[in-house]
T-cell receptor, first 117, second 116 residues
Framework: DAMVIQNPRYQVTQFGKPVTLSCSQTLNHNVMYWYQQKSSQAPKLLFHYYDKDFNNEADTPDNFQSRRPNTSFCFLDIRSPGLGDAAMYLC????????????????FGAGSRLTVL | AQKVTQAQTEISVVEKEDVTLDCVYETRDTTYYLFWYKQPPSGELVFLIRRNSFDEQNEISGRYSWNFQKSTSSFNFTITASQVVDSAVYFCALSGGGTGRRALTFGSGTRLQVQP
């Protein structure tokens, strides 16, 4: 089945130790998103890629970076994780023709749960 | 600014009961989209429905139905004859209709527990 796969499902890191989360998709969707979901809170968009174009949300901390080496893969890098970065990180994809708009339906992965010690 | 309010933090029902999840939204956009997503214990958000602001027709899909009322800025979700598999967190979300308005504004979610 075509899907969005995130690895690892669970990641434990130490305060300040860089971590990379990965997302792959077999849907051939051209837009990939990263959302952060803290415990019992709503998901919050960090950034998205439209093809190779990176779009950062204004309030996303510089500590969060992303890479998209090809259509299928997208990575989330957290350069120096703090305790406040402990969360579920959700990758999502969307097939967009034209411009990204609010109408787009997203397909989500199962998430990567990050614990910071 | 956009805002989505899901006042019910957690609801517990017994199997076969009907349950309604409330969603109230705020937006200044005249064109906007409303969504419901389901997040089961496995974690992935699953798309359930999308409505645009110009389509106020209620929709029914099997045991699921949605009531969209612009007059009260509400987009409520009803599950008829609930089942244990319906247990999940349900998110209502809103996005603007303009191009480039890519971020979904999610509500805080309602956790539904269906007891056997």
């Amino acid at each position: 089945d075509a899907m969005v796969i995130q690895n690892p499902r669970y990641q434990v890191t130490q305060f300040g130790k860089p971590v990379t989360l990965s997302c792959s998709q077999t849907l051939n969707h051209n837009v990939m998103y990263w959302y952060q979901q803290k415990s019992s809170q709503a998901p919050k968009l960090l950034f998205h890629y439209y093809d190779k174009d990176f779009n950062n949300e204004a309030d996303t901390p510089d500590n969060f970076q992303s890479r998209r080496p090809n259509t299928s893969f997208c990575f989330l890098d957290i350069r120096s994780p703090g305790l406040g970065d402990a969360a579920m990180y959700l990758c999502a994809t969307s097939r967009v023709t034209g411009v990204v708009s609010g109408a787009n339906v997203l397909t989500f992965g199962a998430g990567s749960r990050l614990t910071v010690l | 600014a956009q805002k989505v309010t899901q006042a019910q933090t957690e609801i517990s029902v017994v199997e076969k009961e009907d349950v309604t999840l409330d969603c109230v939204y705020e937006t200044r956009d005249t064109t906007y989209y409303l969504f419901w997503y389901k997040q089961p214990p496995s974690g992935e958000l699953v798309f359930l429905i999308r409505r645009n602001s110009f389509d106020e027709q209620n929709e029914i899909s099997g045991r699921y139905s949605w009531n969209f009322q612009k007059s009260t800025s509400s987009f409520n979700f009803t599950i008829t004859a609930s089942q244990v598999v319906d247990s999940a967190v349900y998110f209502c979300a809103l996005s603007g209709g303009g191009t480039g308005r890519r971020a979904l504004t999610f509500g805080s979610g309602t956790r539904l527990q269906v007891q056997p």
